[in-house]
């Protein structure tokens, strides 16, 4: 079992709308969990960081975590033909500071 | 965030020889991080590099291969040795920063190293 999955897409959504992206966990120790946008040709940049269970708002972006179900997700609301990009999850893995990173989901958000 | 610089930004060599890759960033960062991310994969970590030590590297790579040197707190080089087509990749720098006061540190990356070994 890898340590951080994700659909690799693409996922494909119309502007406007919401683009949910998703991401589970093995480590049941983990405490960070992070979003990374790559736009193609580029590196990755975070968008993203939340460490409580719950929501947390940032704009247009929302992360969701749930612990007890090792699970954390990202949604994109009024999604932007600019949002289209790969979005990687990462954790913080083995009670250090290594980041461990998921395949990453490509997001297409089309006219 | 981090301003972060690495050089070169892309090159392509011939197999056999070497290529260092160094990262400096703008101001002092206690741990550094050397990734690889191949054609269309995730980013994968090579190894750790502290100030005054010696780097940790991950399962599946060695010191050998990817001799890193960590001279000061702002920067870094990372060396890709005796090159073959399957080191063709996008190798990567990145520092730890709390993106906000009294938050975890989490990482911010370089612009990447584009290589083609041919």
């Known amino acids: 079992q890898k340590e951080v999955e994700q659909n690799s897409g693409p996922l494909s959504v119309p502007e406007g709308a919401i683009a949910s992206l998703n991401c589970t966990y093995s480590d049941r120790g983990s405490q960070s969990f992070f979003w990374y946008r790559q736009y193609s040709g580029k590196s990755p940049e975070l968008i993203m960081f939340?460490?409580?269970?719950g929501d947390k708002e940032d704009g247009r972006f929302t992360a969701q975590l749930n612990k007890a179900s090792q699970y954390v997700s990202l949604l994109i609301r009024d999604s932007q033909p600019s949002d289209s990009a790969t979005y990687l999850c990462a954790v913080i893995t083995g009670g250090g500071n290594k980041l461990t990173f998921g395949t990453g989901t490509q997001l297409k958000v089309e006219l | 965030s981090a301003v972060i610089s690495q050089k070169p930004s892309r090159d392509i060599c011939q197999r056999g020889t070497s290529l260092t890759i160094q990262c400096q960033v703008d101001?002092?960062?206690?741990?550094m991080f050397w990734y690889r991310q191949q054609p269309g994969q995730s980013l994968t970590l090579i190894a750790t590099a502290n100030q005054g030590s010696e780097a940790t590297y991950e399962s599946g790579f060695v010191i050998d291969k990817f001799p890193i040197s960590r001279p000061n707190l702002t920067f870094s080089t990372l060396t890709v040795s005796n090159m073959s087509p399957e080191d063709s990749s996008i190798y990567l720098c990145?520092?730890?920063?709390?993106?906000?006061?009294?938050?975890?540190?989490?990482?911010?990356f370089g612009p990447g190293t584009r290589l083609l070994v041919l």
């Open positions: 101001s002092q960062v206690t741990m």
């Open positions: 939340i460490y409580s269970n």
């Open positions: 990145s520092v730890e920063r709390a993106p906000l006061r009294g938050s975890q540190e989490t990482q911010y």
